[in-house]
């Protein structure tokens, strides 16, 4: 399967923790996107990469949130010092420049 | 800024009976918009896209969509519903400029199709 792979597809972490999602594109798209997404609610922008470069930043990506992709292939979403609010699946997509964003299956998030 | 509104939380039609899920858009220049579905705790899955050309385009499953300009639209439509077409939909825009990354999503539209 060629799509878009997220690791791990569910975590459940205690208040004060961090966590770490990767997220691995498909192989030809340079273009790699983060969206948090709520129960009853569509995805919403957090970050996106064009390679190595993090294009935009989205208010919603507090100081305790980083996403890298050191190589401009995968990338990992970092969130530290965990609140209640985390809690939410984690959408990771690619594409290419203009193109459609494809999704991964997603990272559901539980803070305890 | 850009938005877009799903004006209906759920939609619940008969198999066989056709379906509109609707949807209404508002960004910058010309949008690039996009329908996607989304099966339980999965991610979403690409249905058809909107770039440039015939307002009417089709996508995967036998939907299809119809853009319209002056009503800033873009309805999801299938003739013929089936069971297996429950599922959450949403729709999304973003510019056109090809240094546009993020895309806006509407809050999602429940379809239910009975038997």
């Known amino acids: 399967d060629t799509g878009v792979s997220q690791n791990p597809r569910h975590k459940i972490t205690k208040r004060g923790q961090n966590v770490t999602f990767r997220c691995d594109p498909i192989s030809e798209h340079n273009r790699l996107y983060w969206y948090r997404q709520t129960l009853g609610q569509g995805p919403e922008f957090l970050t996106y990469f064009q390679n190595e470069a993090q294009l935009e930043k989205s208010r919603l990506l ?31 997509a690619s594409s290419s420049p203009g193109d459609t964003q494809y999704f991964g299956p997603g990272t559901r998030l539980t803070v305890l | 800024a850009q938005s877009v509104a799903q004006p209906e939380d759920q939609v619940n039609v008969a198999e066989g009976n056709p379906l509109t899920v609707k949807c209404t858009y508002s ?30 385009v089709k996508g995967s499953y036998g939907f299809e969509a119809e853009f319209n300009k002056s009503q800033t639209s873009f309805h999801l439509k299938k003739p013929s519903a089936l069971v297996s077409d429950s599922a959450l939909y949403f729709c999304a825009v973003r510019g056109s400029n090809t240094n546009a990354g993020k895309s806006t999503f509407g809050d999602g539209t429940t379809l239910t199709v009975k038997p």
């Open chain 2, 27 to 56: 960004v910058s220049g010309n949008p690039y918009l996009f329908w996607y579905v989304q099966y339980p705790n999965r991610g979403l899955q690409f249905l058809l896209k909107y770039i440039t050309g015939d307002n009417l």
């Open chain 1, 62 to 92: 507090s100081d305790r949130f980083s996403a890298e992709r050191p190589k401009g292939s995968f990338s990992t979403l970092e969130i530290q010092r965990t609140e209640q609010g985390d809690s939410a699946m984690y959408l990771c």
